[in-house]
């Protein structure tokens, strides 16, 4: 039998593709918006009379809140202005 020489590579060599599809982790914006569309489906959204009964709620608090803010403000400003005229007057 006759010796074979093992074939030397010659010339360009294939470059194999590092990372298939499948390998390859997705886009973090894309599996972020996937995972949030997940949670979404999960979340239990409240009836259309449970929201407006809550929306009247926030309203309420947050009218009550901005008059107590602003009687507060209206006391210590009147204050002050007093205190002022009281030291500067004297």
Known sequence: MAETEPKKRTG???KQPSENK????PNPLTKYLRETRGEMRKVTWPTRQEAQRLTAI???FTIVFA???G???F???NSLEILI???VGA
Request: charged content about 25%; hydrophobic content about 60%.
């Open 75 to 77: 006391v210590w400003a």
């Open 71 to 73: 009687l507060l403000d």
């Open 85 to 87: 005229q009281t030291i």
């Open 67 to 69: 008059l107590f803010l």
């Open 12 to 14: 360009a060599v294939k």
């Open 22 to 25: 499948k390998d390859k982790q």
């Open 58 to 60: 926030v309203i309420g």
